[in-house]
Nanobody, 127 residues
């Protein structure tokens, strides 16, 4: 059973950058595909990015393409979300999620594809 712990959130000005981390405790990390989702107050949960078990396949939500980069370090059991050129509309609680990946190259973009979730980390972008 894997447990996920996010970190790296905070307050940043428009145009700034943050790097979120998702540390996986327990389980066999290389078996898991990982995703990031976010939810702002009063809004539905939104897909941000996903990465396959191998790290070789990634996907991004339309609103973050070209600004955010997902990566993973399997030796460190960590997935990162590098967020650049942040905008006020990026303000949300960001949560990472994990599920056993059927293929090394497969990623998942739906929240119901994932079995394990972290507690979330707040990202606030001031205008």
């Amino acid at each position: 059973q894997v447990q996920l712990v996010e970190s790296g959130g905070g307050l940043v000005q428009t145009g700034g950058s943050l790097r979120l981390s998702c540390l996986a405790l327990g389980g066999t990390f290389i078996n898991y595909a990982v995703g990031w989702f976010r939810q702002a107050p009063g809004k539905e949960r939104e897909f941000v990015a996903a990465i396959s078990r191998s790290g070789g396949s990634t996907s991004y939500g339309d609103s973050v393409k070209g600004r955010f980069t997902i990566s993973r370090d399997n030796a460190e059991r960590t997935v990162y979300l590098q967020m650049n050129n942040l905008k006020p509309e990026d303000t949300a609680v960001y949560s990472c999620s994990a599920t056993i990946g059927a293929l090394r190259t497969q990623y998942y973009v739906g929240p119901y594809d994932y079995d394990h979730w972290g507690q979330g980390t707040q990202v606030t972008v001031s205008s």
